[in-house]
């Protein structure tokens, strides 16, 4: 994912490394020229030798200082432009595996992941860049150190082991950290997600102490890691601090014997004492090596949402008229539970099914594999002969809509969200055959009232649900428990406006109630995972167990 990231900044990526090795050699250049124009200077004869390196070394720091600024722009807007990319394609990405992404990561976490993962990621190309130029300083000052003296690079050879061994178990340990980090934070924003969907169950049962207990129940593992994390740094740190200035002082000391023995000039003390700083340029190294750290774990935790297969889609169309519905041996397993077992099931063009049975049935997972919200682990389901997964996307939306217990209100307004990629002229129609358009209206800017905070009960919610699904059309139409928040009235009126509404589409109907499935053609009876009983609804009800799928109801309609 890293690698991917990288790719798509590309020529940033190689304009920072430009950048970041024009940098280094300025800075590898400079002692070098200050050695130079001091051997100049106290030469008192060498008048013009010196304003010679004066200037050469003035021009360097210049260099020096605009090389910075633009490296530090560059990694700036690299770093928030990857980040952009990778949100965009982590966003793109969840939406379109759908179901199974929730089903796989908890929303909070999946929050955790594109916010902070991937602010975290982005940064990547900027981190690799500035890392070849902070290695860069230190293997050029070793070969500097050389073509001074060789024994001086020698000199700095013998501690260079112990410096390689203190940033290989600082890189181990960080990456753990921020493993363990990035995990409890995401714990944690799954723990508040939860928190806030249940606001009002967690007001009416009055533990709201309790639950502020459980959501921050993380946070003294995010502290420890945290801690961890500082820790560590500051031990290699520290690390750094003691055999730095050691190596430092053996250089120089090396250096001062060459002098006195008269192998070395005072500009070139001068040099290699610098080359020295630069060759245990530690402190650099671990910040840089931190940051690439942190990148691959939150980079690791990006690329294990985008590992989640995305549904294919084919290239076949539809037959221009149909709806004909069959599922042959589907099953589904969910949580390693087997949800459906082995289902055939047909339903024919135009005609209207009710799946009724108890909690965990299976009626939820099989609506959602007729309209192809998810695949099953085996088995085929087919529209009009043709399985889902041949269809092109486009056919496949435009064949099915989709109606849901608690419909999300997506778009800026009702119209809006009513409308969602249908055309506009559909939503009053639509809004009025799903008896929406009174309530609409009522409201102060009616079809153009903001969706965020608008006040509606669960069965205005559910009248919006199925005016989308009107709008959309399609040959199937999949009700997912969309009618159970309707009174009793306006349940029947929708249940008349469906086949007024949609005359010619087949439909798949989870239903609840005993009087939604006696309006159904036919109803399938799923128990266990498997089909009980197919039949109308009046000849199943002779049944006493039927009968108690519906507790409470009083009968067919």
């Known amino acids: 994912m890293l690698r991917a990231a990288i790719r798509h900044s590309a020529a940033r990526c190689v304009a920072l490394c430009l950048l970041s090795t ?10 070098y020229v200050l050695g130079r124009t001091l051997d100049a ?6 008048g013009g030798d010196a304003r010679h390196w004066l200037t050469i070394s003035a021009a360097l720091v210049a260099a020096g200082t605009l090389l910075d600024c633009c490296e530090d722009v560059l990694t700036g807007t690299t770093a928030a432009r990857t980040t952009a990319w990778l949100r965009h394609r982590l966003v793109r990405h969840v939406l379109d595996t759908g179901p199974r992404a929730t089903a796989r990561f908890p ?10 993962g991937t602010a975290q990621a982005g940064p990547a190309p900027a981190t690799v860049a500035a890392l070849t130029a902070t290695l860069l300083t230190p293997l050029g000052a070793i070969v500097a150190l050389g073509l001074i003296d060789l024994r001086l690079a020698l000199v700095f050879l013998v501690g260079a082991p112990a410096l390689a061994l203190l940033l290989r178990a600082f890189a181990r340990a960080t990456s753990d950290c921020v493993s363990g980090y990035l995990r409890a934070q ?5 723990r508040l997600t939860e928190a806030i969907g249940g606001a009002r169950t967690i007001a009416a049962a009055r533990t709201a102490d309790r639950e502020t207990a459980r959501v ?17 740094q500051g031990r290699a740190s520290a690390g750094a601090v003691t055999l730095a200035p050691l190596l430092q002082i053996a250089v120089i000391a090396a250096a001062g014997l060459l002098l006195l023995h008269h192998h070395l000039s ?3 003390l001068l040099a290699a004492s610098r080359y020295a700083v630069l060759a245990t340029g530690v402190g650099a190294l671990v910040g840089d090596l931190g940051a690439l750290v942190r990148t691959r774990t939150a980079g690791r935790r990006v690329a294990e949402v985008l590992d989640q297969p995305a549904p294919r889609h084919g290239t076949a169309e539809l037959p221009l008229e149909g709806g004909h519905l069959e599922l042959r041996g589907v099953t589904a397993r969910r949580a390693g539970r087997t949800v459906l077992d082995g289902v055939d099931l047909t339903v024919p063009a135009g005609r209207t099914l009710a799946v009724v049975g108890a909690s965990g049935a299976g009626k939820s997972t099989l609506a959602a594999l007729a309209g192809r919200l998810t695949d099953p682990d085996e088995g085929t389901v087919l529209l009009d002969g043709v399985p889902l997964p041949d269809l092109s996307r486009a056919a496949l939306r435009a064949a099915v809509g989709h109606a849901f217990e608690r419909p999300a209100l997506l778009g800026d307004t009702l119209a809006d969200t009513i409308a969602l990629g249908a055309p506009k002229d559909r939503v009053v129609p639509a809004a009025r055959a799903a008896r929406a358009d009174s309530f609409v209206r009522r409201l102060p800017d009616g079809y153009a009232t903001a969706c965020a905070g608008v006040p509606l009960s669960g069965g205005e919610l559910q009248r919006l649900g199925l005016a989308r699904a009107f709008a959309h059309g399609g040959r199937l139409l999949v009700l997912d428990d969309a009618l159970s928040s309707l009174d009793t009235v306006t349940e029947h009126e929708i249940a008349a406006a469906l086949l007024d509404h949609t005359p010619g589409a087949t439909r798949l109907i989870v239903a609840h109630r005993a009087t939604t499935a006696a309006r159904a053609d036919t109803v399938a009876w799923l128990d266990g995972g498997r089909v009980r009983a197919l039949g109308p609804h009046e000849r199943l009800w002779r049944d006493p167990a039927y009968r108690a799928v519906f507790a409470g109801e009083d009968g067919p309609a």
């Open 41 to 46: 200077l106290l030469d008192g004869h060498a």
């Open 266 to 268: 005072i500009g070139a």
């Open 216 to 232: 921050l129940a993380p946070l003294p593992e995010l502290s420890r890691q945290g801690l961890r994390m500082w820790r560590v």
């Open 107 to 116: 929303a909070g976490d999946l929050v955790a992941r594109l916010v902070g």
């Open 22 to 31: 024009a940098g280094a050699g300025v800075g590898l250049l400079l002692p």
């Open 186 to 190: 995401g714990d944690l924003a799954t």
